[in-house]
């Protein structure tokens, strides 16, 4: 069977996060990703503008929005200093944070485990359950600040 549309831009944004952490670039400066150079490499990945497109946006976005959603993140991860979890998982993370906090269509249990099927392909086999437990714990805390 096929993956769908939106699994395919997000295999391709964590791998442009991913690319981008491991680059070196410090993450006060990761949102100046310049918008020509994803394209390129989305261009290069998929000839779907529908893919593209909600690729660029899950990218962007979290680039755009990084310091707080690594704040966000290191509040749930008690003995965890960000640059000790995997660079898959940390790309992972924030972007399924982003989309969990942003992109109101998609139900918060498909992004969810959306992001734990890519931790479980492109990271290690535990990643899956570290990923799922941190967004649980996240969304939990969305949820808690939304009714109060």
Same mark, same amino acid.
């Given at each position: 069977?096929?993956?769908?549309? !939106?699994?395919? +831009? $997000?295999?391709?944004? @964590?791998? =442009? /996060?991913?690319?981008?952490?491991?680059?070196?670039?410090?993450?006060?400066?990761?949102?100046?990703?310049?918008?020509?150079?994803?394209?390129?490499?989305?261009?290069?990945?998929?000839?779907?503008?529908?893919? !593209?497109?909600? +690729? $660029?946006?899950?990218? @962007?976005? =979290? /680039?755009?929005?990084?310091?707080?959603?690594?704040?966000?993140?290191?509040?749930?991860?008690?003995?965890?200093?960000?640059?000790?979890?995997?660079?898959?998982?940390?790309?992972?993370?924030?972007?399924?944070?982003?989309?969990?906090?942003?992109?109101?269509?998609?139900?918060?249990?498909?992004?969810?485990?959306?992001?734990?099927?890519?931790?479980?392909?492109?990271?290690?086999?535990?990643?899956?359950?570290?990923?799922?437990?941190?967004?649980?714990?996240?969304?939990?805390?969305?949820?808690?600040?939304?009714?109060?």
């Amino acid at each position: 069977m096929p993956k769908r549309n !939106r699994t395919l +831009a $997000r295999e391709i944004a @964590l791998q =442009t /996060l991913y690319q981008q952490d491991l680059a070196g670039n410090n993450t006060q400066k990761m949102w100046l990703y310049r918008d020509w150079e994803i394209s390129a490499i989305l261009s290069e990945a998929t000839e779907n503008h529908e893919i !593209r497109d909600y +690729a $660029r946006v899950l990218i @962007l976005g =979290t /680039l755009k929005n990084i310091r707080e959603l690594d704040e966000r993140i290191i509040e749930v991860t008690d003995n965890w200093k960000l640059e000790r979890i995997a660079a898959v998982d940390r790309a992972a993370l924030r972007q399924g944070l982003y989309e969990l906090l942003e992109i109101a269509e998609v139900p918060p249990k498909v992004v969810i485990n959306e992001t734990v099927e890519l931790a479980k392909t492109f990271s290690t086999a535990k990643s899956g359950a570290f990923v799922n437990g941190v967004l649980d714990k996240l969304y939990q805390n969305l949820l808690a600040t939304s009714e109060s």
